[in-house]
C-alpha cells in the first residue's frame, strides 16, 4: 500500500473509530428511501461499479475487488461519471432482479441512507452511509484521497464499519453468502433467493442437531457485534419439518412431538419443503411474559395456549445454514415468519444497547437476555459467542434428598437441592415453597421409588443429614431464587417444576463471570 493509501486508511480507521452515540444522533433519514446498485459489467474486469441515487442521478464508483464485508479490507473506489436514472430504469425505485439493467449482471441492490448532509459529504471528500441491500448491510464510508497532478479522477476508498453486519474474512477478498457466487445474472440472483429451495430440495426431515448453549456472565456485552434477545422461562426446541411430517426435539435429543402436538400442527403450516428451526417453546402469562409453571400445567392437559419463538434457523429446503453468520441466519429466518401460524413467532433481537435491553427486561419481570455475536456461526456446543445475563436466579437443580414433615400426610417438608461440579454432587440448599397438594402427593411417589441410604452430596451439612432422606440423584427440578450467598447456597428458593428433557448429569455449576473476560479470546 501506498504511503498515501496508508495515511487514508489511518484516517478511516480513526474516523470509524468515533463514538457510536455521536454517530448515530447524525444520521438524518431523507425524505424519501434512496436506491443504490451494485453490477458486475463484466466478469473479465475485477471491480464492480456502486452507484447510489441522488438528485435525480447516480453518483457512480468502480470499486476494485468488489464492495468487502470486512472492515479491515479497504477497497480502492475511483469515481466515475453520474449516471440518469432514466438510462437504468430504476426511477427511484430499487431495481428488481428480473429487471435488466444495461446489460450487466446485478449484484446487489437496496435502498441507501447518508448520514447527515450527504451533497456536504461528497463536498469535503467523506460520504457516510447505510446500506439495506441483499448483500451489503450496515454502516459503510467512502474517503477521498488526495488527488496528484497525474490522476484525472478522484480516488476514494470504501470501507465497512465494525458493527452487527461485519464479516471478517481470512484471504482479504469478500466471500458469497448462501451460494451466491461474485457475479449473477439478474435472473440468477432471482433464483438464489434465501427462502428458495436449493436446486431440487429435499423434502426429507432433517436429522437432530444439537443445540448452541450459552455461557453465564454479570451483565451483556457491550458493542454493536452483538445481538440481544429476550431469555425464555421455557423448554429449548429444536424443530425438524420435511415431507409434511414434524418432529420436536429436547436439547438432549428427546422426541417430545406429542407432547407439543398444537405447535406441531402450527409448524405444518409453514411454507417450506423442509426445515431445522432453534427456539424456545413457552406459555405467556396475561402480561406477555414466559412462565414455566404456566407451561407445566399446558404439558398435564390443561388448556394453556404454547407458542414457540424461532431464534435461529439451521437448514432451510435442503440447504445447511449453520455455517453463515448469525445475522444472516435471522433475516432469513424474518421473512420465514413474517406471518406465521398461531402458536409460532419470531423471537426479536436488539443490535447493541445489551446494558440498556438487560435493565428494561429486569424491570418488566423477564428472565434476563442472551447476547450473541452477529457474525459467529452455528455451533453445537457451549460458546462463548452466545452468552445469557439473568436478572434473577432460575435454574435447574438435582434432587438429591428431601425432609420429612411433621404435618400428617405431607410426604416431604423440603427438597435438598444441589448441582454438579464436575463429577461431585454440591449440595446448594433446600426448598419448601412452591408446592400445591397434587405435586406433592406426585413428587412423594417418584422419591418413594428412588430411596438411598448415604447422601449423594459431598458436601451435605451434618444438621441437614440428621432428618434427611436420600434418593438416587435423577431428578431435576426448575427453581426460582433471589440470589446465591456466598457460600453458593440459594436464597428464597422457589420450586417451579420437573424438568425431563435433561439429564442430572448435565446439571452443571456455571459460575456467573465478567463478559469481558469470557469474550477476551472471541472478541480478537
Same mark, same amino acid.
Given at each position: ?77 475511483? =469515481? ?31 435502498? #441507501? ?42 480516488? #476514494? ?20 453468502? $448462501? ?148 445475522? =444472516? ?55 462463548? $459467542? ?27 417438608? $423440603? ?50 443429614? =440428621?432428618?434427611?432422606? #436420600? ?43 465478567? #463478559? ?9
Amino acid at each position: 500500500m501506498s504511503l498515501g493509501l496508508q495515511r487514508a486508511a489511518f484516517r478511516m480507521e480513526r474516523t470509524l473509530k468515533a463514538d457510536p452515540e455521536k454517530q448515530r444522533s447524525q444520521r438524518q433519514p431523507p425524505a424519501h428511501p434512496l436506491s443504490f446498485i451494485v453490477q458486475k459489467p463484466d466478469d473479465r474486469l475485477s471491480h464492480f461499479d456502486l452507484r447510489l441515487e441522488l438528485d435525480g442521478v447516480l453518483k457512480s464508483w468502480a470499486v476494485s475487488q468488489g464492495p468487502s464485508l470486512d472492515p479491515e479490507q479497504k477497497r480502492l473506489a475511483v =469515481r466515475t461519471e453520474d449516471h440518469v436514472m432514466q438510462s437504468t430504469g430504476l426511477e427511484g425505485s430499487i431495481p428488481k432482479p428480473q429487471v435488466s439493467l444495461d446489460g450487466h449482471g446485478l449484484w446487489d441492490a437496496g435502498h #441507501w441512507r447518508p448520514r447527515g448532509d450527504p451533497r456536504d459529504g461528497l463536498r469535503r471528500g467523506l460520504l457516510r452511509f447505510d446500506l439495506d441491500g441483499t448483500r451489503l448491510k450496515g454502516g459503510f464510508a467512502l474517503l477521498r484521497l488526495a488527488k496528484t497532478a497525474r490522476e484525472k479522477r478522484e480516488n #476514494w476508498l470504501l470501507v465497512k464499519e465494525g458493527d452487527a453486519y461485519a464479516r471478517r474474512s481470512k484471504d482479504g477478498a469478500e466471500q458469497p453468502r $448462501s451460494g451466491l457466487s461474485m457475479a449473477r445474472t439478474p435472473a440468477q440472483l432471482s433464483a438464489d433467493r434465501a427462502l428458495g429451495p436449493h436446486g431440487d430440495a429435499e423434502t426429507r426431515l432433517p436429522r437432530f442437531v444439537a443445540p448452541q448453549l450459552a455461557t453465564l456472565v454479570a451483565s451483556p456485552p457491550k458493542g454493536d457485534e452483538w445481538l440481544h434477545e429476550i431469555k425464555y422461562d421455557g423448554y429449548r426446541a429444536i424443530a425438524a419439518l420435511g415431507g409434511g411430517r414434524v418432529r420436536i426435539y429436547t436439547r438432549s435429543g428427546q422426541d417430545w412431538t406429542e407432547k407439543f402436538a398444537s405447535v406441531a400442527r402450527a409448524l405444518q403450516k409453514l411454507p417450506v419443503q423442509n426445515a431445522l428451526l432453534d427456539g424456545e417453546i413457552v406459555a405467556l402469562d396475561k402480561q406477555g411474559r414466559s412462565r414455566f409453571g404456566l407451561l407445566q400445567q399446558g404439558l398435564k392437559g390443561g388448556e394453556t395456549p404454547l407458542t414457540y419463538y424461532v431464534f435461529d434457523l439451521l437448514e432451510l429446503n435442503g440447504r445447511d445454514l449453520r455455517k453463515e453468520p448469525l445475522i =444472516r441466519r435471522k433475516e432469513i429466518l424474518e421473512k420465514l415468519l413474517q406471518s406465521p401460524p398461531p402458536g409460532i413467532a419470531y423471537s426479536a433481537h436488539v443490535v447493541g444497547h445489551g446494558d440498556e435491553m438487560f435493565a428494561k427486561s429486569c424491570r418488566m419481570g423477564l428472565e434476563g437476555v442472551v447476547c450473541k455475536r452477529a457474525d459467529k456461526p452455528y455451533l453445537s456446543q457451549r460458546t462463548k $459467542s452466545w452468552l445469557k445475563a439473568k436478572c434473577s436466579g432460575n435454574d435447574e437443580f438435582v434432587i438429591g434428598g428431601y425432609r420429612v414433615s411433621n404435618k400428617k400426610g405431607r410426604p416431604f417438608a $423440603s427438597l435438598l437441592l444441589g448441582e454438579y461440579v464436575g463429577k461431585d454432587l454440591h449440595y446448594r440448599g433446600r426448598v419448601g415453597t412452591g408446592f400445591d397438594a397434587a405435586l406433592l402427593e406426585e413428587l412423594g411417589e417418584r422419591l418413594s421409588h428412588l430411596q438411598r441410604k448415604t447422601s449423594p452430596f459431598v458436601d451435605a451439612p451434618r444438621d441437614i443429614g =440428621r432428618d434427611a432422606r #436420600w434418593v438416587e440423584p435423577r431428578l431435576v427440578a426448575q427453581i426460582a431464587y433471589t440470589e446465591r450467598t456466598a457460600d453458593d447456597r440459594l436464597r428464597h428458593p422457589a420450586y417451579l417444576g420437573l424438568r425431563t428433557d435433561k439429564p442430572a448429569k448435565d446439571v452443571q455449576s456455571q459460575p456467573a463471570k465478567p #463478559w469481558r473476560t469470557v469474550t477476551r479470546r472471541t472478541t480478537r
